[in-house]
């Protein structure tokens, strides 16, 4: 009988053919890897660059808050430069009341009338007066009146928040002159609305 077995050179030839079968496995490993590493550095690269973008956004977020809540007191101001028009009424009337008692005058009565757009001059000063859409309020005070209290409680609607301004003034001489007294039949006040 003939002995089927190998001989050193066809063992040869077999370990040869896995080697090179190897080599090439690990050649198309190697790329698969590659090119998976690839995708995923790929996404860690988008990842990490979204999170520095989301915590310069947090941190930009956090910087304008801290902004925000140091600038408080302005924003209070300008909400409070202008009332709305529901409420005007009241909050002038209110408003009014507080600062006539500081500067101590009495208001008999308030009206109250929508202001027209237009250009009007004043007879006295010959001045171009540009009127708004902000409603005014007439304020008759009871005359006669210190002419130092008037002239602090115009100081206080000046000043005021919501913001008013006197619109015109009918101030005239008591005609029982003693000292600083004079005539105010009425003062009308224009008021900021939004």
Known sequence: ?????????????????????MIGG???GIYFAQKWLLSQAAI????VAESNASGN?????AKLQSELAAQQSVITKISLLAVSRQTYQSKTIQELDRY???AGIVIANY????????TTTTASTAASVTATNNPVVTATLVSPVSYQKLLKFMNYIENSLPK??????????S???NGDLVRIDQLSIEVNVN
């Open 57 to 61: 956004d947090s941190h930009v977020a």
């Open 44 to 47: 860690i690269s988008q990842t």
């Open 100 to 102: 006539a008692a500081d």
């Open 1 to 21: 009988m003939k002995k089927s077995g190998m001989t050193a050179k066809s063992f040869r030839g077999v370990l040869i053919f896995l080697i090179l079968v």
């Open 111 to 118: 009206s109250f009338a929508q202001a027209t757009t237009g």
């Open 164 to 173: 008013m301004q006197i619109a015109s003034v009918n101030i005239g001489r």
């Open 175 to 177: 005609s029982n002159s």
């Open 26 to 28: 690990s050649a198309v």
